[in-house]
């Protein structure tokens, strides 16, 4: 995952860093080691947490996918028309690349979207369309939008420079802690964690994930 590097100062430029946040519940009953954030043989290892819901412009990680990908996508590919499916933030964070960027976006959004964050959407000024039910029929029509020709399809995790993006996590997350044993992800499409852990594997081997 060596294209993640090219890709800090990008975040740096765009989003604000998540420092690591104490968990109080795992650590109630830990003995914090000399340094923080990391760990002694035999003793209780601290346990922060980074809360990616601290980024302020889009409160979640998917705007560092998609400033990525927004960053690598030819302005020239079917007249610079993109679009993406998204059950809310993915949107979010596409959304506001494209306007950052100067690029023309449509989302596919599920019907069942949050309220609130569609209206986030729509007032960063892209294209909107409600599709199905749940996540994978939104998905199945923007790409059958993008076959026609039309669009350049975007998606939401199985993208090699959405992956790199978030792999900046990890990055940032090596700088600010000493040493990283173990790391939890939480895992939907799979970007996310494809990202972390590729970068860990790469520069932190004995992390376990």
């Known amino acids: 995952m060596a294209k993640a590097q090219p890709c800090l100062p990008l975040p740096n430029h765009h989003i604000s860093r998540s420092p690591p946040a104490p968990c109080k519940r795992a650590n109630a009953s830990a003995t914090t080691s000399t340094k923080p954030h990391s760990s002694q043989p035999g003793r209780p290892a601290n346990q922060p947490t980074r809360p990616s819901l601290l980024e302020p412009k889009t409160r979640s990680s998917k705007l560092r996918g998609a400033m990525a990908k927004m960053s690598a996508s030819s302005s020239a590919s079917k007249g610079g028309r993109l679009i993406t499916a998204s059950s809310g933030n993915h949107g979010i964070g596409t959304a506001f690349a494209t306007r950052s960027l100067d690029k023309d976006l449509t989302v596919v959004l599920t019907e069942s979207v949050v309220p609130s964050k569609l209206e986030k959407i729509k007032a960063l000024g892209v294209d909107v369309i409600l599709h199905g039910a749940e996540t994978g029929l939104a998905e199945q029509h923007a790409q059958h939008l993008a076959s026609t020709g039309q669009y350049t399809y975007i998606s939401p995790y199985n993208d090699f420079d959405v992956i790199s993006g978030q792999g900046t996590i990890a990055l940032e997350l090596l700088e600010q802690c000493d040493k ?21 594997k790469a520069f932190s081997p004995h992390t376990k994930i």
């Open 180 to 200: 990283v044993d173990n790391i939890f992800i939480s895992m939907g499409g799979g970007g996310l964690i494809s990202g972390i852990g590729s970068v860990l």
